[in-house]
């Protein structure tokens, strides 16, 4: 019975801490006297975490606030320098990599692009980029607090990366490679899930709780916030829309279906529709979605349709989602993204025939992160990951 009364006393304290820090974290600068009036616990016990939090550098105090009456009052503040996170966004042509502070200010970023290459020769892109962003690393109590990484792809539970069919992965074990080679806590996540939490925590979707990341770059994956939090599936693997069927006799997929809608509404579908109608672009000749956007800067009629029928086609399946979720809001990220300028009007068009009661509500935006929702998400994986941790240090 003693034992349960400790253990109890113990799940109580924890909690209390991680209320404490969470007040900290949302109302910096804040006094001791405020945390209790606004938590409800009672002044001794602020007092007691808040001294740990200070001796574990995750706050700090500052000069005295403002008086309102008598002494003035040592304001607490989160110390976002404690520690640093990267953030690496793997994609099929493209890696970027971030290293951020605890509250998600990048500090540094690297972006390299390739095409067609093996799991070893994108695992040492990887190293490289990780090793250079390890570099850049201020001198912060907690030094690196954790690796996160985004993978386009299926990654279940444990953190295996089952599928990703873009890169031609199955059963990778990435997690257990980084593990052992850098010694870190190591997080890997579906990039449209990581870019939905990214969305959530810095971006578009920070005053809502339902809503829907379609992550759109070579393929289209889509990540599900649903009553505020991320919405994972039984066995992890929510999201897979990009290979819903909208095309009954469509093309075949790597996935194996045909008809999937990355297929007609993604950076591929964009490419290979602008090679089958030769269109020539100023950069050498070279079809790029940055050639591509602008020639249809420059007025280019075939540029501009092209866009148009892949905002069309974005519509179509945005519709099936809206349809399906209701959400307050449809955040659209990743690379397409950056073609906003010629994607909306077909977009809107198509996904204003969606159910009339399904519209009330609903906001549909481009993500305020650009290509960053992904990178940033891992990163603040880990840092979640890192305070559990430190909470949990009674």
Same mark, same amino acid.
């Given at each position: ?77 989160? %110390?976002?320098?404690?520690?640093? +996170?990267? &953030? @690496?966004? =793997? #994609? !099929?042509?493209?890696? /970027? ?111 809502? %709780?339902?809503?829907?990341?379609? +992550?759109? &770059? @070579?393929? =289209? #994956? !889509?990540?599900?916030? /649903? ?168």
């Amino acid at each position: 019975m003693e034992v349960n009364k400790t253990w109890n006393q113990h799940v109580v304290k924890q909690e209390n801490k991680a209320l404490v820090l969470r007040k900290i974290i949302e109302s910096s600068p804040i006094t001791r006297p405020m945390i209790a009036n606004e938590t409800g616990l009672n002044k001794g016990t602020v007092s007691s975490l808040v001294n740990q939090l200070l001796e574990e550098k995750i706050i700090y105090e500052s000069g005295p606030g403002e008086s309102s009456g008598g002494r003035r009052p040592v304001m607490l503040l989160y %110390n976002q320098v404690a520690g640093y +996170s990267i &953030g @690496i966004d =793997i #994609g !099929v042509n493209y890696m /970027l990599g971030i290293i951020t502070d605890l509250q998600g200010n990048i500090h540094h970023e690297e972006l390299i692009k390739f095409s067609n290459l093996s799991f070893e020769e994108i695992t040492g892109k990887l190293f490289g980029i990780i090793d250079l962003l390890l570099s850049t690393a201020p001198s912060s109590p907690y030094g690196i607090i954790g690796i996160g990484i985004g993978v386009p792809g299926v990654v279940d539970r444990s953190e295996e990366i089952l599928l990703a069919p873009n890169l031609g992965w199955r059963n990778i074990k990435l997690k257990e490679i980084l593990e052992e080679k850098y010694n870190l806590p190591i997080t890997i996540e579906n990039e449209a899930n990581a870019g939905a939490y990214g969305e959530k925590m810095f971006g578009a979707g920070k005053d809502f %709780n339902n809503i829907i990341y379609v +992550s759109d &770059g @070579i393929g =289209i #994956g !889509v990540g599900l916030i /649903l009553n505020g939090e991320l919405y994972r599936g039984n066995n992890g693997f929510s999201g897979e829309l990009g290979h819903m069927t909208i095309e009954v006799n469509g093309d075949k997929c790597r996935c194996g279906n045909n008809g999937c809608w990355e297929l007609y509404a993604s950076e591929q579908a964009l490419l290979k529709n602008a090679e089958r109608l030769e269109i020539i672009t100023a950069q050498d000749g070279e079809l790029s979605l940055e050639s591509l956007i602008e020639l249809a800067n420059s007025g280019d009629i075939e540029a501009i349709r092209l866009f148009e029928d892949l905002g069309h086609y974005l519509g179509v399946g945005i519709n099936n989602i809206i349809n399906t979720f209701n959400p307050q809001q449809v955040i659209i990220g990743n690379r397409i993204a950056t073609a906003k300028k010629w994607l909306t009007e077909a977009l809107l068009n198509r996904s204003n025939q969606t159910l009339s009661f399904n519209q009330k509500g609903l906001q549909i935006d481009f993500s305020e992160l650009s290509t960053h929702s992904t990178a940033l998400g891992v990163a603040a994986f880990s840092v979640d990951n890192f305070l559990v941790k430190e909470i949990f240090s009674l």
